[in-house]
Each structure stands twice: as structure tokens, then as C-alpha cells.
């Protein structure tokens, strides 16, 4: 099976960097990918990792080991609307409609 | 662009009763995922369609049933609600040209069992 674990909650002020950590066990592995919800919204997609190293996507990035089974998303020059949940998240196979499973979100906080 | 339709978008339904929810997902997606959200929770799958056949299925009670119509949208069918039913319900959409391509959620259906 598939299991994702991530911090609850981290807490940031304005215009700083914040790192949210994920781990992962996978039976196989078909990338990490990120999502945004605020409360109660959809889930946005963020990034997504298929391979070693960091994605960049303006303030967002991502990276990821899969030696290490590990991933983060990195938010840069934070605004107090990047206040939100994410979460990782894996697929659990490779072919059509495979499902995402979510890590457990971890919920930023950005103070002024 | 367009975006995955749910409607409606709020229902408050007593115990016992019947729900239903439907989607319309992004023209020319072939898949489409249904998942339940409690507060606080992480979106739990219930279950998948690709190109109207189903292709997964999550921990979706039995008195739960969904379905894909030839013209793609989606139903998800809910019956002899118990008040732990309540949550928000998304759907969501891809097109699944290679196994990287992300979710598209709905706005999500929140249902209240009363």
C-alpha cells in the first residue's frame, strides 16, 4: 500500500521561506505531486516530481530524493493568501485512473 | 478555461435518505475520480472512472453506487445516509495520456446529514 507523512501544521510570517517535508512508502512509485486547498475549496495542483531534483515553478518549488523516499515543497516570499492546507500526494499505479493518495496536509499558517 | 462542474453545492439531507451528486468534468478528460473529505481530513478516494467504465474502487460504503454516462458526467449515488456522511464531496477529472497529469477538482458538493 501507500503511505504519505507530512507535519500537521507550520506556521511562517510574511515574505519568509517555508519548507513542508514529505515521506513516502510506496509498493511503486509514479511521482509526488503537491496540492493547495483553502478551507473549504478544491484541491489545486501545485507540482508535480517524477524525478530526482528540484522543480521550480515561480515562488513554488518541489524537489525530490527517491532514494530517500522523500520530497518537499518550498514556498518562497510567502503571502498571507498562501495560508491554506497542502498536501502530497502519490498515485498508486502507472496506468489510466490510477488514484492520487493524500498525505495527511499540513496546514501553513503565514502571520503578518 | 473550463473547470469540473458539482452540483449542487451544498445539501442537507435527513438520516436514512437519499443523495445524489453529479459531475461534469472537463471536456475531453477520460477520467474521473470521486473523493469524501471529512474536516481536517485529507480527501479519501471512493472511486474512479475511465472512459465510462469503472477502474478503481476506494473504501466507498455499499449503500454508495456512482456511474459514468455516455456523455461523461458523473453520479454519485447515496443511500440511507448516516449522519458520519457528512462531508464535502469532490469530483475530479484528468486526462490520463501518461500518469503524470493532475487532478482537476470540482468546487465539491457539501453534504449535511441531519
Known amino acids: 500500500g501507500q503511505s504519505l507523512e507530512q507535519p500537521s501544521e507550520v506556521t511562517a510570517v510574511e515574505g519568509a521561506i517555508v519548507q513542508i517535508n514529505c515521506t513516502y512508502q510506496?509498493?511503486?512509485?509514479?511521482?509526488l505531486s503537491w496540492y493547495q486547498q483553502h478551507d473549504g475549496g478544491a484541491p489545486t495542483f501545485l507540482s508535480y516530481n517524477a524525478l530526482d531534483g528540484l522543480e521550480e515553478t515561480g515562488r513554488f518549488s518541489s524537489f525530490l530524493s527517491r532514494s530517500d523516499s522523500y520530497g518537499y515543497l518550498l514556498l518562497q516570499e510567502l503571502q498571507m493568501k498562501d495560508s491554506a492546507s497542502y498536501f502530497c500526494?502519490?498515485?498508486?499505479?502507472?496506468?489510466?485512473?490510477?488514484?492520487?493518495?493524500f498525505g495527511q496536509g499540513t496546514e501553513l499558517s503565514v502571520k503578518p | 478555461a473550463a473547470g469540473v462542474i458539482q452540483s449542487p453545492r451544498h445539501l442537507i439531507k435527513e438520516k436514512r435518505e437519499t443523495a445524489t451528486l453529479k459531475c461534469y468534468p472537463i471536456?475531453?478528460?477520460?477520467?474521473v475520480y470521486w473523493y469524501q473529505q471529512g474536516p481536517g481530513q485529507d480527501p479519501q478516494f471512493l472511486i474512479s472512472f475511465y472512459e465510462k467504465m469503472q477502474s478503481d474502487k476506494g473504501s466507498i460504503p455499499d449503500r454508495f453506487s456512482a456511474q459514468q454516462f455516455s456523455d461523461y458526467h458523473s453520479e454519485l449515488n447515496m443511500s440511507s445516509l448516516e449522519l458520519g456522511d457528512s462531508a464535502l464531496y469532490f469530483c475530479?477529472?484528468?486526462?490520463?495520456?501518461?500518469?503524470?497529469?493532475?487532478?482537476?477538482f470540482g468546487n465539491g458538493t457539501r453534504l449535511t446529514v441531519t
Open positions: 500526494a502519490v498515485r498508486d499505479q502507472g496506468n489510466q485512473g490510477g488514484k492520487l493518495i
Open positions: 510506496t509498493s511503486g512509485f509514479y511521482g
Open positions: 471536456p475531453r478528460h477520460d477520467t
Open positions: 475530479a477529472s484528468s486526462s490520463v495520456s501518461s500518469y503524470n497529469s493532475p487532478l482537476h
